[in-house]
Structure formats: structure tokens, C-alpha cells
């Protein structure tokens, strides 16, 4: 029903930034909770931050706070993460998600779609 793609990723040195976008097919995309979410080599996937539906609260993990911003622009259908300050341990392939819960879930077991993913590297 709701197809994600993300762009953006690339390679970075430590201390730099870059600016992520999900853009959403359909036109229910202001009705989704909207999230990122991270896997790096060899780890699990991990909760990087989640968005209401008009963009007005936010949850972030821990280790972004401060760095990163999620935002989005419902009259375009996408979703960004603004990321600052990158250190090597951000290096993972990044993906956005759709919730369909009213609340801002931070597992990705409430999500129900996914992105394929956006490459960000981070070299020290």
C-alpha cells in the first residue's frame, strides 16, 4: 500500500553531515507515524528516531540525541533526517518506515513498511 524510498546516504568524514530523505508513494502518507531505523555490519537493527504524523513530536535514541533531526513535509510525502556531527559508529545502512499506531513506537515490529535502505559510511 505504501512503498518508501530512501536517498541521501553516502560517505562522510567524522564530524560531517548528511541529510536523508524518504519519499512515500500514495496519498495517506500524513495518516503514518514515520520512522528511521539503522543496521550496521554484523548488528541488529536498531531504533534511530520516530516522527508523528504532523512532525510536531519526536523520540530519538540516545546515541543521536543532539545530532540528528527528523522532520517531514507531508505536502511532499517525505520524510528527512538531518544528520550532524557523524562519527564512525553512525557508519550502517539506514531505513525509513510506516506505523499505522497512534503512538510513536520505537520497535520495528510496529512498522509495516520499510524502505530498502540507504547506505551511510562514516570514515574516522
Do not use: H
Not at 550496521?40 to 543532539?66: C, H, L, Q, W
Not at 528527512?80 to 513506537?105: G, H
Amino acid at each position: 500500500q505504501v512503498r518508501l524510498v530512501e536517498s541521501g546516504g553516502g560517505l562522510v568524514q567524522a564530524g560531517g553531515s548528511l541529510r536523508l530523505s524518504c519519499a512515500a508513494s500514495g496519498r495517506t502518507f500524513s495518516t503514518y507515524v514515520m520512522g528511521w531505523f539503522r543496521q550496521a555490519p554484523g548488528k541488529e537493527r536498531e531504533f534511530v528516531t520516530v516522527i508523528n504524523r504532523s512532525g510536531g513530536s519526536i523520540i530519538y535514541a540516545d546515541s543521536v540525541k543532539g545530532r540528528f533531526t527528523a522532520s517531514r513535509d507531508n505536502a511532499k510525502n517525505t520524510m528527512y533526517l538531518q544528520m550532524n556531527n557523524l562519527k564512525p559508529e553512525d557508519t550502517a545502512v539506514y531505513y525509513c518506515a510506516a506505523s499505522s499506531r497512534v503512538s510513536l513506537p520505537r520497535n520495528q515490529d510496529a512498522y509495516n513498511y520499510w524502505g530498502q535502505g540507504t547506505q551511510v559510511t562514516v570514515s574516522a
